[in-house]
């Protein structure tokens, strides 16, 4: 909980807010659109700039991005999680 993936392939980055819940936003960054890196205490860190995205619904924790990560749809099917 409270972690989640980066599928740079994919662009996406999925998360879990909490038990049994999943979230997927882009992984680009809305500053100037770098890939984000990694998840960390409940949020996704962009490597250029630092600016972080909460995992729960992808808003700006901290900057310099002012847009949040937009949503992308997922599949949840039994243990089976993907983009789409």
Same mark, same amino acid.
């Given at each position: 909980? /409270? /972690?989640?993936?980066?599928?740079? %392939? ?30 960390? %205490?409940?949020?996704? =860190? ?7 995205? %909460?995992?729960?619904?992808?808003? =700006? ?14 599949? =949840?099917? /039994?243990?089976?999680?993907?983009? /789409?």
């Amino acid at each position: 909980m /409270g /972690g989640g993936k980066i599928l740079a %392939d994919k662009g996406v980055v999925i998360t879990q807010p909490k038990a049994g819940e999943f979230k997927a936003f882009s992984s680009k960054c809305t500053h100037q659109g770098c890939a984000v890196s990694s998840i960390k %205490d409940g949020v996704i =860190v962009c490597p250029c700039h630092q600016s972080q995205f %909460d995992i729960s619904d992808g808003s =700006v924790k901290s900057g310099p991005a002012t847009a949040p990560l937009p949503p992308e749809p997922i599949q =949840v099917v /039994g243990e089976e999680i993907s983009p /789409g």
